[in-house]
């Protein structure tokens, strides 16, 4: 019979194994931590607004009086503000995209224009609010309308577009190129009849992205001058406006409290925004992977 | 010859296109084109407004100079003040950012199971898309209500909660950045170190994070250069009293919260209050961009160091 072998672990091993253990409960910790931020921020935002909120709340224009001030100028700038990003940004980026994935080969021109795209969404907002001020506002003397804020807006999300639209382009197989120029179609067919369906829902996810990053942007609308009393809806892009995030922000730079209350409240209505943005995103895409599946 | 998921179509000679096809050709090659155009704008308005500031101030007044009162009699434009104001916030939120993002990552990339990953990134994810003024709100009305418990001397508006929020939004870019990194690792150098006798904790820290090391350190500066171009919650929470202080509990100035500050005041174009926005911006552009091109280098021989 031989030995029995010594399976009690030396005392060097069970301090690694310890240590090993501490590890893991500090790295949950950390991430916990993000979780418990999260929960205090909205948790701050909901016990100071949640009372303030309410339809008339939605359906007042802006007041020296707290209690009477609502947030019905700011939500329609910013509907017209999104939509005539979109309108601006969408077509222009998703074109470019498909240049760059489609009809480029890996050459200089592609190189400086991928490079350039990713230092562009690098670039801090107010940067591109100095632009609007300059460009926009002053020498094309478009003034301080939706007008300005929306190509202000349109050239911050435009990397945000191009980079979702591509890595869409870049998932659909290239079997189906294959197939469509076997059946004679065109370059131009196979982009618009092909590729461009198929890669529809990973497209509308990016816009979404980039619609969700523009609503909550304040910088830029502040460089080019939105922070003003309106006290109307706007009728057109020409109008000059003012948005939900410089709403809040106009609040929450007051010292009163029942201004805080209006800047929570309007964050509230900010947020639920967001989340219906997003939720929207998150239907389309999983419809998009229900229908792929055979 | 097969044609991969990556390939380019084939491009015939473009003469063969129709007209039709010619036109949209050049449609899509101009919109590809405006992102080169925005970037050309930006330095062109940047340059040529900031021209006739540089002629009534030297530039190297304007980088050396300690007082920074463009709005007072006697004006003065050093932008050091401003420039100490953002160091406390990029250092304060980096403190805060890139250890918790770099733990947040390797719990994400290297503990989390399936399930616990597909609830935490989401979450994660969503404290990355709240609006910046958002945060400068929690600054004012959560964070320097606690901070006056434990600091009955810090003001209202002071650098430290705006570094604490600054931290908070860009842990979310280091946590997922990081993530990215470290699962680019490869499994045999993890299983190599196992075979070893390597504790998990062991593995993490000796061999996958010093593996992802130039990414990691790609997120950290990429998330700093966020940090110095942010501008709502500064703009909120830091005040603005442009100073050269070492205080974390005083308030202080940005260069962000400057330029904003400049022109919520209305002030007309070709005074030189109105031409300091675009020095500083200026200022603020090329340091960005500096850390930009940095992080993007680094990043791009990490990933062809195992791809």
Redo the contacts between chains.
């Keep these: 019979m031989s030995r029995p072998i010594d399976l009690t672990p030396s005392p060097a091993l069970v301090v690694r194994r310890r240590r090993d253990r501490l590890f893991h409960a500090f790295a949950f910790a950390g991430a916990l931590l993000c979780l418990v931020v999260l929960a205090l921020l909205l948790f701050d935002i909901v016990s100071t607004g949640a009372a303030r909120l309410s339809w008339e709340f939605i359906n007042s224009f802006p007041s020296r009086f707290a209690d009477r001030a609502g947030v019905r100028a700011a939500l329609w700038g910013s509907a017209w503000l999104m939509i005539v990003t979109m309108a601006i940004a969408g077509p222009i980026g998703v074109a470019a995209a498909i240049y760059l994935e489609e009809f480029t080969r890996r050459g200089r021109l592609a190189a400086i224009l991928e490079i350039n795209i990713s230092n562009l969404a690098g670039v801090p907002s107010i940067i591109y609010g100095i632009l609007g001020l300059a460009f926009f506002v002053r020498w094309l003397a478009l003034g301080r309308s939706i007008l300005a804020g929306a190509l202000t807006m349109a050239l911050l999300v435009l990397p945000v577009v191009i980079i979702a639209t591509r890595e869409a382009l870049r998932a659909v197989p290239g079997s189906l190129r294959a197939a469509s120029f076997a059946l004679g179609a065109s370059p131009l067919q196979t982009v618009l009849r092909v590729v461009l369906p198929s890669a529809m829902p990973g497209i509308v996810t990016g816009l979404i992205l980039a619609l969700s990053r523009a609503i909550g942007e304040t910088a830029p609308l502040i460089m080019i001058g939105a922070l003003t009393y309106v006290a109307f809806v706007p009728q057109g892009p020409m109008d000059s406006f003012t948005a939900l995030p410089i709403q809040i922000f106009d609040w929450a730079s007051r010292p009163q409290a029942a201004f805080q209350q209006n800047a929570a409240a309007g964050i509230l209505v900010l947020l639920a925004l967001l989340l219906v943005m997003n939720s929207i995103g998150i239907l389309i895409r999983q419809r998009a992977s229900r229908k792929l599946q055979p | 010859m ?8 084939p ?1 015939r000679s473009e003469q063969k ?2 007209p ?2 010619f036109s ?2 050049a ?3 101009a ?2 084109l ?3 155009v ?2 050309l ?2 330095v062109v ?2 340059v040529y ?1 900031s021209i006739p500031f540089f002629r009534h101030v030297s530039p190297w007044e304007f980088l050396l100079g300690t007082q920074w009162t463009p709005l007072l009699e006697p004006r003065a434009f050093g932008v050091l003040p401003l420039v100490v104001g953002t160091l406390h916030v990029v250092i304060g939120a980096g403190l805060i950012a890139l250890p ?1 993002g770099l ?2 990552g ?3 990339s ?3 199971g399936p399930r616990t990953r597909a609830l ?1 990134k989401p ?2 994810e ?2 990355a ?10 600054a ?3 964070v320097t209500p606690i901070l006056q418990r434990f600091f009955p001397s810090i003001g209202l508006f002071n650098s430290l909660s705006a570094s604490i929020v600054v931290g ?1 939004m860009i ?2 870019f280091v ?1 997922s950045l990081c993530e990215d990194t470290l699962r680019a690792v490869p499994r045999s150098l993890r299983d190599g170190a196992y075979a070893l006798g390597a ?4 593995v ?2 000796k061999v996958v994070v010093p593996g992802a090391l130039s990414g990691v350190l790609a997120s950290f500066i ?1 998330a700093l ?2 940090a ?5 919650a500064v ?2 929470a830091a005040g603005s009293t442009p100073k050269l202080t070492a205080n974390v509990l005083e308030s202080i100035q940005t260069m ?1 919260a400057y ?2 500050q400049v ?2 005041g ?1 002030t007309p ?1 070709g005074t030189i209050e109105y031409q300091s ?2 020095a500083v ?1 200026l200022l ?2 090329l340091v ?2 500096a ?3 940095a ?2 280098r680094i990043l791009k021989r990490f990933r062809e160091h195992y791809e």
């Design positions: 097969s044609l991969s998921t990556t390939q380019r179509i491009l296109f129709r039709v096809e949209a050709l449609f899509l090659r919109s590809a405006v992102s080169i925005t970037t704008a930006i308005v940047l407004e918790l733990l947040t390797i719990f994400l290297e503990y989390a935490l979450l994660v969503v404290l898309g709240i609006p910046t003024v958002v945060y400068g709100f929690f004012l009305t959560f908070i842990l979310p946590a504790t998990k904790a062991e993490t820290l990429l250069s966020r110095i171009g942010e501008t709502m703009t909120l962000t330029i904003v022109s919520l209305d174009r926005i675009f911006g603020l552009f960005t961009l850390l930009n091109i992080s993007n």
